[in-house]
């Protein structure tokens, strides 16, 4: 049976359960059970905590799984990235008092820095060439410099809310841009069929949050200007009227478009245009 592990709790945890479930899998906890099963595809839905899931994959407990990217490189686990899941989205930066003028350019070798992301945070300074020192945390990182025990902290930064309230502001360029990943061992396993079929499913559900399907009719003499409005991922389908001189036009269009384009077709001479959603698909 193939084992994917998804986040056990927080916002990663909600989107991976959410892209799982809109797979056609069936992984939704009635509690706070350890595991389900979904005995109709052959997979078991392990629920870790996100920092872990990396090393499980690594290690070739669990075939599959779904957690950050920040937690990833951070844990130093040899896996594969298979694909970005589009949620999840965080900075990692360093952070200073409001009323500091310290930067990561300015950090020494006296610079404290707490963090629950020690490796990231010192791989960083190494390739910044600076030898301060790391104080290792596993949580609450932003109070860490009103106590007294750090100068900066480097944390994971989503609105900024949290660091704000805390009288602290990012300093420097983000260290890493983060985000849900899906990972996989580094090696051929019994259940890469399986784990591949997972893979499609999950890409085809991202490819349609992102696009829809838009459906026009329009004067044949304009369908040169229309194909360059909406050229499809390949190229659209063009069907014929039985009306003289007009065809059907149907094509995949980005969805944060969708409104533009629907004007721009509508000023060319389209009519009967139609966006329509898509649950998934396979490109």
Known sequence: ML????????ALSDGAVTLADEAG??????????????PDHGVEFVFLRPRDIATYVSKGIIDLGVTGLDLTYD??????HVMDLGFGKARFCYAVPKSSDLTPDTFTSETRIA???DNLVRQDLE?????AQVVKLDGAVEISIQLGVADAIADV???GRTIDEAGLETAGDPILRSEAVLVAQNAETAQMEKAQRFAERVKGILVAREYVVVEYDLPEEQLSEAREITPGIESPTISP?????????????RRSRANE???DLHDLGARGIIITTIRTCRI
């Open 75 to 80: 844990s130093g686990a040899d896996v594969e």
């Open 261 to 263: 384009i629907m004007d």
């Open 241 to 253: 009227l039985n009306k003289d001189g007009w065809v059907a036009v149907k094509s995949m269009v």
């Open 157 to 159: 930064v989503q609105t």
């Open 127 to 131: 390739e910044r060439g600076i030898d």
């Open 25 to 38: 899998y069936h992984c939704r906890r009635r509690g706070r059970e350890l595991s389900v099963r979904d």
């Open 115 to 117: 963090t629950s992301y």
């Open 3 to 10: 084992q994917i592990a998804l986040p056990n709790k927080g």
